[in-house]
C-alpha cells in the first residue's frame, strides 16, 4: 500500500471529471454550496407556487386555479419550503462553516455528510417526481394534496387515492435520514474536531448553535421519521393506527407530527440565530454582548422546545391542564428568546455601526422577528387561538418568522460570507436594491395578511366570496408578492453576476474575527496551512491587535 | 495560496478528549431512542383499545430463552471486546462468534413466533390495533437485530480471515456500543410488550 505516496491532481480540462469531481465530493466546503444552491433551486420553485396562489387569492371567487390544484400548491410549497429550502439552506451554511470557524479540516465524518446530502437532495427529486405521476402535468400530476402537516384521516388510502401522499411520505422519510446523518456530524464536529485553545467556551457562538440544533435535528425529526413509518404502515399494511374504523386516533398522528414539527422552527430559527450573532457583531465593530447568556438561551430554547407542540392543538379538545401546559410552556419560551433580542439591541447599542448589506437584513431581521415573536405569544394564548385557529392570521404569522426572521437572516449569511467562498464581493448596489425592494414586498404580503385573518379568513380556502371584505387585503398581500419576486430575480441576478464579475475580496473582506477569515478565499481543500491555534472568542481580533488581545479580559 | 498567518501549533499533538466515534454512536443512539420512544408510546397507547380479539394476554408466550440469549451477548460482546483490546485473538474470535450466535438465536426465536402467530393464530398486523403496535414495535426492535447481526457478521468475516487487529479495537468498541443499545432496548420493549401489555 503505497499510501506515503503524494497524488498530484492533474489540470483538469475535462468538464466529465469537474462534473464527477463534485457527485463525488467529500470535501464540506463542496457539500455546503451543493446544499445552498439546491435550496435556492427549490426557493424559485416554492416562490412559483406561491406566485400562482397568490394570483389564485387575488380576487374573490376566481377561477385561476381549481381546488385540487391549489391543495396541491399549498402542500408542495410548505413541505418544499420546510425540508427541501430551509433545512438544506442551513445545513450547507453550517456545513461550510462550522468547520472553518473551529479551525477543523473537515467535519468528523465526511462520507456520513456526502451520504446526508444526497439522501435529501433524492428526497426533493422524489417529493417532485409526483408531478409526473399519474394525471395530466397541468392539474398537478399526482402530486400531495394533503396539507405539509398531512393530518390523518385525509391520508388514509380512501381519502388520498393514488401514490401522492406516497411521495410525500417517501420523500420526508428519505430526507430525514439525510438530516439525522446530519445532526450527527454537527454535533461530533464541534465536540471532537476542535482545534488546540478552543475550549467550549472560546468556540463561536456560530459553532455553538450549530451544536444545539444538531441535537434537536436527533431528538426532532426521528419522531417524524417513526410516524411516516406508521402511516406507511397504515397505507400498505393494512395497519390502523391513525384509523378511527378499527379503534385509532388521529389525533395520535397530531401528536407525533408536532412533536415533530415545532421543534423543527426552532431547528431552522437557531442557525439563523447564529448568523444574526455572528454578522451582527463585525458590523457594529464591537463583541457579541452576553455570551454566555447567549449560550445558555440558545440550550434554553432548544430543551424547551421539545415541550411545546400541543400549541398547535389546542382545538382538538384537549383537557384544560393540558391547554394550560402548552400555554405556559409555549410562554416560557419567550424568555430566553427575549433574551437573545436584548444581547443583540446591546451588542448594537455605542457600536460603530457600518450599514453594509448583510447588516441592514440582520437589522430588518431583528425587527421582523419580533413581530412574529409577538404573535406567536397572542397565538400561545389558548383562548386567542381558539378564535384564529387555522386563520390567516396564523400564515401571516409564521410567514414572519420564516421570511421575515428565516430568510432576511439567510440574506445575510449570503452578503456576508459569499465572498469567502468564491473570493469575489456580491455587488453593494444591487443588495442594497434587494433588501428594500424584499422588504417593501415583505411587508406588504405579511403585515396585511394579518388582516384577513381577524377578519375570519381560513387558511387554505381555494377562494372566497365577494362582499366578505377580504379583497382588499387579499390584493395588497399579492402585489406584494410581485415585490418579492423582483428581490428574489435581483438577488439571484446579483449571485451570478458577481461571482464571474464581482470586485476581489481577499482574505478578509469584513474585517472580521472568527477564523474562517484567517485562510483564503475560497479556502484551500485542507482549509489552513497550518492547524490555528486561538487563545480568545475573537482569534483573528488577537492576531491584528498583538498589543491589546481579547484573551487578557475573557 | 498565503493565508493570513495563525500562530502554529506548537503543541499540536494535544490529545482530543472526545472520539468522535464514540460522539457519533452516542447521537445515533439518541435518535433511534427518539424512533422507539414512538412506536412505545403508541404501543402503550393503544393497549387494551383493540375494537376485536385477540388480546396479548390471550396469544402472547413470554420469550425467555430468546430474551436471556439476547441480553447474555451483551456480556459476551464486552469480553470480546476487552479480549480485543489486549490482544487475544482467540478469545476475541470466540466471544465475537458467540454474541453472533445468541443474537441470531433470537432472531430466529423472533420469526418463530411471528410465523406462529400468522399461521396457527391468523393474527397479523391488520388484525386490529394490537396486531399494528405488537408487529411495528417488535419488528423494528427485530430490524435492529438484524441489522447489527450484518454488521456483526462483517466483522466476524474479517476477524476469520485475520484481518481485525489489536489497533481496529476502538472500531469493535464503537459497534459493540451499538449492540448494547439494540440489547438495553429489548429490555424496554420487552417489559412494555410482554409485561405491561399483557
Known sequence: MATDSIAIPLPRTASRSVVLDWLCTVDHKKIGIMYIVYALIFLVIMGCEAILMRIQLARPESTFLNAEAFNRLFTMHGTTGIFFVAMPMLFGFGNYFVPLMIGARDMAFPRVNAFSFWMTAFGGILLYASFFSGGSLLHGGSAPAVGWFAY?????????????????????????????????????????????????????????????????????????????????????????????????????????????????????????????????????????????????????????SLGVWAHHMFTVGMPSYGNAFFVLTTMVVAVPTGIKIFNWLATLWGGKIRFATPMLFCIAFLF??????????????APFDWQLHDSYFVVA??????????????????????????GRMLSETLGKWHFWIMVIGFHLTFDFMHVPGLLGMPRRIYTYQAGRGWGVWNMISSIGVIFQAAAILIFVYNLVHSYFKGALAGNDPWDAWTLEWATTSPPPDYNFDAVPVVRSRRPLWDIKHPEDPDWKYE | MSAT?????????????????????????????????IFIVAYLFYMGKSLDGPTPREILTVPVITTICLLSSSAT???????????????????????????????????????????????????NLFGSTYYSLVGLHATHVAVGLIALGTVLLLALLGKVKQEHSERCEILAMYWHFVDAIWVVVFTVVYGLGR
Open chain 1, 152 to 304: 390523518a384521516p385525509l391520508t388514509a388510502p380512501a381519502f388520498s387515492p393514488g401514490h401522492g401522499t406516497d411521495f410525500w411520505i417517501l420523500a420526508l422519510l428519505v430526507a430525514g435520514v439525510g438530516s439525522i446523518g446530519a445532526g450527527v456530524n454537527f454535533v461530533a464536529t464541534v465536540l471532537c474536531m476542535r482545534c488546540p485553545g478552543m475550549t467550549l467556551g472560546k468556540m463561536p457562538l456560530f459553532a455553538w448553535m450549530n451544536l444545539v440544533t444538531g441535537a434537536m435535528v436527533l431528538v426532532a425529526i426521528s419522531p417524524l421519521t417513526a410516524a411516516q413509518l406508521m402511516l406507511i404502515g397504515d397505507r400498505f399494511l393494512g395497519s390502523h393506527f391513525f384509523d378511527p374504523a378499527a379503534g385509532g386516533q388521529p389525533v395520535m398522528w397530531m401528536h407525533f407530527f408536532w412533536i415533530f414539527g415545532h421543534p423543527e422552527v426552532y431547528i431552522l430559527i437557531i442557525p439563523s440565530f447564529a448568523f444574526i450573532s455572528e454578522i451582527l457583531p463585525v458590523f457594529s465593530r464591537k463583541a457579541i454582548f452576553g455570551y454566555p447568556a447567549m449560550v445558555a438561551a440558545t440550550a434554553g430554547i432548544g430543551f424547551i
Open chain 1, 368 to 381: 421582523q422577528f419580533l413581530i412574529g415573536g409577538l404573535t406567536g405569544i397572542m397565538l400561545a394564548t
Open chain 1, 397 to 422: 404569522h409564521f410567514h414572519y418568522i420564516i421570511v421575515g426572521g428565516i430568510l432576511f437572516a439567510i440574506f445575510a449569511a449570503f452578503y456576508y460570507w459569499f465572498p469567502k467562498m468564491t
Open chain 2, 5 to 37: 498567518p495563525v500562530s502554529v501549533a506548537a503543541e499540536a499533538a494535544e490529545a482530543q478528549p472526545l472520539s468522535r466515534g464514540r460522539v457519533g454512536m452516542w447521537c445515533l443512539i439518541v435518535a433511534e431512542s427518539a424512533i422507539f420512544l
Open chain 2, 77 to 127: 460482546m464486552h469480553w470480546a471486546t476487552a479480549a480485543l483490546r489486549q490482544g487475544k485473538q482467540t478469545a476475541f474470535r470466540l466471544f465475537w462468534f458467540v454474541t453472533f450466535a445468541l443474537g441470531a438465536i433470537f432472531l430466529i426465536g423472533t420469526g418463530r413466533e411471528w410465523h406462529h402467530f400468522i399461521y396457527q393464530e391468523n393474527f397479523t398486523i391488520h388484525t
